[in-house]
Structure formats: C-alpha cells, structure tokens
C-alpha cells in the first residue's frame, strides 16, 4: 500500500534528504531555475523535481499532479521558515548536529554501511554533513515555527469519535501489521579505577590549558563528543533548558575565558569554556571523555538480564513487574512499555523499528522474551535490553475499539492542519509570493497569489 502525502505532515512522515538506494548511480539534476519565491527565500526546480523523486522513490503516493503536490509542500516550508526569522526562532548548533547524525544514522541502517553511503554519493561522510547542515537548519527552524502556532491544538474524545464517525467508508484507514513492545534496558556500572583514570586525564588537559595550551586543538584531538569535536569543541549558543543541569549550571558561572573544573553529566567527563554570554545564551566549547565499560562489566549485565529473563519465563514476575524493578529506562514506570517516537503511540510498523531491533523480535510470538542484547541509551551511553513482544496486530480497517490512539492522531493531525492552513492565510495578506506561470493552474488548498 502506498503512503498517502500529506503536505502539512511533512516532518513527520518523511526524511527531507531522504536517499532513494535505488542500486543506481545518482544523477544529476541539470534543469535549475526559480519556479516560486515566498519572502526573500526561492524555490529552484531542481529542488522540486529532487524532492518529488525522493518522494516517490519512498513509495509516497503524490495524487494525480505530484509536482504540484510537492510545490505546496515546499511552500508552506518557505511561508514557515520566513515567519520564524522575523520571529527571530532559531536552533542550537548541536539540535543542527544530533539531526545531522541521527538522519546519517538511518542512512547508513537503510543501504547498509557507511562505505556503501560514500560510494553512493560519491561523497565522504564530512562531506555529506556540511552539504546537509543548512537544508537541515531551515527545516527545523521551519518545524519549530509549526510548533508554535499549533501548540495549543488538542482533540476531544467526542471530536475524536466525531473525526472517525464522518470519515466516508472508502476513506477509513488500513491499519497496517503493528505490534506493541515493552523492554527492560539496564546500564552497567563503570570500574572506579577507569573514572578514576578519566578525572585524571581532564586534569591533565585543563592544566595543560591554563598553561597555554589551545583548548579548541585538544578538544579536536581528544573530545569524544563527534558532534562538537571537529568545530573544536564549540557547541554554539544555548538558553536554559537546552544543557545537561550540570552542564548548565557550571556554564552560566563562568566568565568569558574562563576554564571550568571537571563536571560530570549523564553524557560523560567534561571540562567547559565560556566563549560568549547573549543575556541568558550562553556558548561554550566542551572536552568530553566518555566512561568505558569493561568486558567482564558487559557479561555481568548480561548475565543479570538473562537471570531477569528466567524469572519471568518461569512466571515469578511479569514483565512490567521485572521493568519496574530492574529497569533502568524511563519506561520502567509504565512497565517497561515502549513508545514509537514518530506517532507517540505505543504501536510500531514494521519500518518504524531500527532493522537491528527488527531482526531480533521478528521470530518472536507474543509474550516471548529476546536474549540480552547490545544496545544504546537516549544519550548515547551503552546499555544492554531484553525486548518483549506484548502484541501482533494483524491488518484491519481502523476502528475506534482496537486503534483509539490512532484515530486520535488523524484527528489531531486534521486539526492542527486546519490551524495552520488559517495562520497561513492571514500571513499571505502581508507576505510576498510569487509562482511560476504554468505552476499557477495548480489545485492548491491556500490561495498562494493575492
């Protein structure tokens, strides 16, 4: 079944540099003209065919006029991106990076490796970074713009049984195969001896630092935070709010120049430098050393889990019992219960989950258990999971019994597109736009010409 396009759903569905690993070499797209202007920002119509490739590659159903489908698309990004700077709305720097990795992350899971994704685009993967940086910028920019107007949008249960009761028996949705998942994740323990061995290291370059040193060339050298490590440490303004509290206490105490002492924070070891103060933003660059755990650390917290497994398989505890017991993940106070971060519901699709997660849970009935496995924390710190298959969902015609939480997203979604599709309007009365002649014939859901 094909994916539906949604142009106000556009953060949420899809990846906008999203590859098509088609197994064909890329080709470059020669035609490159302005096809509309929103503000002081265009739009080429390279951009457009790339986007509409992408798009269809994903196996995105475009409607009967695709290229117009996508214009709206990437105008309503524009109209978005336009507001936020005279709203003055920016990102940090690191948001910039964690999206920049996490987007080459699931490029690298989807063709294979990170060779494969070089050899794809002909680029190294520095390369890609900075060719994404700014594309990326904007769109989450224009994201955080989307969030502001609709910030206060909510449904009912009675609009919510209203949305589904007037869908036309040919528009209700399919619910695809889903299943419901819990995990119970434990961090292992690091040797004292080996932090003992990090605070003595960072000592070592902080002198090093008061003595002269340069703290942006050791940052490059020894950091361990890849996001910042290449800009020599820089991680670029940031209110209150946006840091580790420990990190961002000890910022906001320092004076312009000044070098802290260690600061320990779920992320690692770090020494800090306050580089400049905006009233409350501060920018910093950062040394990190990340904790290593030993290997016979690993077999002991595999060895409790595969124990923790055994009492549930024996039926000594449930699972939820066992998660809220041992678990060291936040979801250990809903018994260990996963939520998917694209949908906040508690159901995944198969190509919602990372393939590795995919692989290990695809032969499992309900109620089974996986064996211990590898696994990463939220803030990148390594961890071992046991996953529980709670529930198969078989594909069915959506119904307010079985997919509440489903529905309830539709609604949500119909209303905050409604919200924006009104803020939209009343922007345009003072909004410069300009489009294409033969763009203008397009069946658009804005009047985008006054």
Known sequence: MKKKFDYLKRFALILAFALPFSGVTQEKVLIDRVVAVVGDNAILQSELFEQKRQLETQGVDLGSNPECAVLEDMLFQKLLYNQAMVDSIEVSESHVEQEIERRLRYFIQQIGSRERLEEYYGQSIEELREEFREPIREQE??????????????????????????????????????????????????????????????????????????????????????????????????????????????????????????????????????????????????????????PQIEQQTKSKLDSIRGLITSGEMSFAEAAREF??????????????????????????????????????????????????????????????????????????????????????????????????KRRLQSTYVTIKEEYQNCDFQVNWIR
């Open 141 to 294: 920019i224009s994201r955080r713009m989307e969030s502001v107007i609709t910030e206060g949008v909510s449904v009912t249960p009675s609009e919510v049984r209203s949305f589904f009761n007037n869908l036309p028996e040919d528009s209700i949705p399919m619910v695809e195969s889903e299943m419901r998942l819990a995990k119970i994740l434990i961090e292992p323990e690091v040797d004292d001896d080996h932090i003992d061995e990090i605070r003595t290291r960072l000592e070592t370059f902080r002198q090093r630092i008061l003595d002269g040193e340069n703290f942006r060339t050791l940052a490059i050298m020894y950091s361990e935070d890849p996001g910042s490590a290449r800009n020599g440490g820089e991680l670029g303004f940031h209110g209150r709010g946006e840091l580790h509290p420990e990190f961002e206490a000890e910022a906001f105490s320092l004076q312009p120049g000044e070098v802290s002492e260690i600061v320990e924070t779920r992320s690692g070891y770090h020494i800090i430098e306050l580089l400049e103060r905006r009233g409350e933003q501060v920018n910093v660059r950062h040394l990190l050393l990340r904790p290593q755990v030993s």
């Open 327 to 424: 678990s060291d993940h936040r979801s250990a106070r809903s018994g260990g219960v996963m939520v998917n971060p694209f949908t906040g519901t508690t159901r995944f699709k198969t190509d919602e989950l990372d393939p590795n997660l995919f692989y290990l849970i695809d032969r499992l009935d309900e109620g089974e258990i996986s064996r211990p496995v590898e696994t990463m924390t939220d803030d990148g710190q390594p961890a071992y999971k046991i996953i529980s298959v709670r529930e198969r969902i078989d594909p069915h015609p959506a119904n307010l019994q079985q997919d509440y939480d489903f529905i309830q997203q539709l609604a949500l979604e119909k209303k905050k597109q409604q919200a924006i599709q009104e803020w939209a």
